[in-house]
C-alpha cells in the first residue's frame, strides 16, 4: 500500500503521513466519518468524536450510510445493465469502500471507464492505493472541486469521451455545496457537457423525512465539522433533475429506489435518491 494507506491512530505514521498531506486530523472529515461509519479504519480521533456524537442523538445515520452505498450499486447496475453506459464520472467519491462505481460497473462490463474527483488529498492517497482497474477497462482519478466543472471535465476527457454517453454520479456530495454557490447550476454545467443519452444519478440526505430529526442530525454535524453541510426537501432535490428524464420510481427515498429485496426497501434512510435521462 502506499500514501497513506491503512488503519490510522492517533500517533505514529498516520499522523506524520496526514501531516505530509497538508491536513488537520484534529478536526473531523466528512469523507472521514462516513468512512468510520461504513465500518473503516481510514479515520483518526475527532472523525470517530463527531460519527459517535451523531449516533447518540438517535438518529438513523448507519442505516442512511449502508442504504446510500447501496443505491450507488443498484445505479451503477442499472446504467450499465439497461442504460448502456460504458463511462461514470463519479465526483466526490470518499474514501474507496464496498462496491466502489468501477468495481460494480467492471462486473457488468468490463470495459467500462470511471474517472473518481475528489477535493480531499486523503481520498485521493486511497484511491491511488485501492482503486486498481481491470486490463479493459479504465480509472482515472483527480484532485478537484465540484465547483470546478470546466477544470473536471477538461482533466476527465484524458479518460472519458465526451461526444458519447456519461453516468454523472453525484452520490452524497451536493450537501457540501451551499446555496450561495448555486448547486443546481453546478449540477446544470456539468450536465450540458455531456452528449444526450447520458445520466445523472444523485442522492442527497432530506430534512423533510421523518420530522425534524434530519435536519437536528445537520446541525450536531455543524457543530462539529468546518465543512458545513446543507440538508434539503424534495423539492430542493428535485431541481437538481430540471430539463432531465427522471426514471421511475422518481425522486424517493434511496431504498425505494429499484430495490432489490423486501429488506431492502424497508430501509428507513432519510436520503432522497434518483436518476434521469438526458435526452
Request: charged share 25%; aromatic share 6%.
Amino acid at each position: 500500500m502506499t500514501g497513506v494507506q491503512g488503519d490510522f491512530d492517533d500517533a505514529g505514521d498516520g499522523d506524520d503521513a496526514a501531516g505530509a498531506l497538508g491536513l488537520d486530523v484534529s478536526v473531523a472529515h466528512p469523507a472521514r466519518v462516513y468512512n468510520y461509519l461504513l465500518g473503516g479504519k481510514d479515520n483518526f480521533a475527532a472523525d470517530r468524536a463527531a460519527a459517535e456524537h451523531m449516533l447518540s442523538g438517535g438518529a438513523k445515520i448507519l442505516v442512511g450510510v449502508r442504504a446510500n452505498r447501496a443505491f450507488l450499486a443498484r445505479s451503477v447496475r442499472y446504467l450499465v445493465g439497461q442504460g448502456g453506459i460504458r463511462q461514470f464520472l463519479d465526483v466526490g467519491t470518499g474514501i474507496p469502500a464496498a462496491d466502489n462505481t468501477h468495481e460494480v460497473a467492471q462486473a457488468s462490463a468490463r470495459e467500462c471507464r470511471v474517472v473518481y474527483v475528489d477535493n480531499d488529498p486523503i481520498v485521493l492517497s486511497h484511491a491511488r492505493a485501492m482503486l486498481t482497474s481491470g486490463s479493459e477497462g479504465a480509472t482515472a482519478y483527480l484532485e478537484e472541486d465540484l465547483r470546478n466543472v470546466a477544470e473536471i471535465v477538461r482533466a476527465a476527457s484524458g479518460t472519458l469521451d465526451f461526444t458519447r454517453p456519461v453516468a454523472v454520479m453525484l452520490i452524497g456530495v451536493l450537501q457540501c455545496i451551499p446555496d450561495e454557490d448555486d448547486p443546481v447550476g453546478i449540477v446544470r454545467r456539468l450536465m450540458d457537457a455531456v452528449p444526450a443519452g447520458s445520466y445523472l444519478a444523485i442522492s442527497h440526505p432530506g430534512y423533510d423525512i421523518y420530522g425534524p430529526g434530519p435536519r437536528n442530525l445537520a446541525s450536531r454535524l455543524n457543530e462539529l465539522m468546518p465543512a458545513k453541510l446543507t440538508f434539503r426537501s424534495h423539492t430542493d432535490v428535485a431541481r437538481f433533475f430540471d430539463g432531465l428524464d427522471l426514471l421511475a420510481p422518481g425522486l424517493v427515498r434511496v431504498p425505494e429506489w429499484r430495490p432489490d429485496s423486501d429488506a431492502d426497501r424497508a430501509n428507513p434512510a432519510a436520503v432522497w435518491g434518483g436518476v434521469a435521462r438526458k435526452n
